[in-house]
């Protein structure tokens, strides 16, 4: 299943079709994109292959290259696949964004183009230049993502808040021992550093982290629990839940 069909003109467009096919594949998934360089297999039926994959497809984008108007020969022949996508896609009633890309390329004018695809003059395009690709490639993908909400956008997965049970750390520019534990018993000295955000030790002693503890007479545990022996300064913080039965409770 296809979701964007990447309509080109060889000779003007086809590097930058090349570019949207990677990162919209890169974004949204490899068969999400058709492109026909890329997608049409060897021995496949190029005709059939191009208009299935036209018509499964929710939005095609048009890349609209500098000399796109000056193939009048091609543009006006019914016969020609960038005509004929364009004209099948409207059949289709499918959105048809078109992609200006370069500096030099303008808007469509209606003179410059058969009636059959008139319309794409007065269609809203989006410039692509090449002085900032990767930031033309996001506003394209972003764009892509808007109108097809049934697309899984790899990016926004990615920059989305960590849900409430999910665990994530990180450790940077670090010399010497660093311990990432969910439970953590025994004597490190320097610097200790727990979970995304919590309790940070300096100083040479004893941790113990949400595990039951016995220290002469007294008993330390429950939920979040966090006991310090040694020389400590700074913050701690804690969440206790309920304390654990000693062991000669209930006699």
């Not at 059939?48 to 796109?68: E, F, K, Y």
């Not at 091609?74 to 499918?94: N, S, T, Y």
Request: glycine share 10%; net charge negative.
């Amino acid at each position: 299943m296809t979701d964007v069909f990447i309509n080109y003109r060889t000779g003007d467009g086809e590097k930058t079709a090349a570019l949207i096919d990677q990162e919209l594949s890169r974004r949204f998934g490899r068969d999400r994109i058709f492109r026909a360089s890329k997608s049409v297999a060897p021995g496949q039926a190029y005709p059939d292959a191009l208009l299935t994959g036209l018509r499964r497809s929710t939005v095609l984008l048009a890349v609209i290259g500098p000399d796109w108007t000056n193939f009048q020969a091609r543009l006006r022949d019914p016969e020609d696949w960038v005509h004929k996508e364009i004209v099948e896609a409207f059949a289709c009633e499918l959105p048809v964004v078109p992609v200006l890309d370069g500096r030099k390329t303008d808007r469509l004018n209606k003179a410059d183009l058969p009636p059959e695809l008139a319309r794409l003059a007065d269609i809203q395009s989006i410039p692509f230049g090449t002085h900032d690709t990767e930031a033309g490639l996001k506003r394209l993908g972003d764009m892509v993502a808007d109108m097809v909400p049934g697309l899984r956008d790899l990016d926004r997965d990615a920059a989305s808040p960590p849900g409430p049970d999910s665990v994530a750390n990180s450790i940077e520019d670090v010399s010497g021992t660093a311990v990432q534990s969910r439970e953590f018993t025994g004597d490190v000295g320097g610097t200790v550093v727990k979970d995304t955000s919590g309790p940070v030790h300096t100083g040479k002693g004893n941790i113990y982290q949400n595990s039951r503890h016995v220290s002469g007479g007294r008993h330390f545990s429950g939920n979040g629990m966090t006991y310090f022996e040694g020389d400590h300064h700074g913050d701690i913080q804690h969440r206790f839940g309920e304390q654990d039965r000693h062991e000669d409770d209930g006699r």
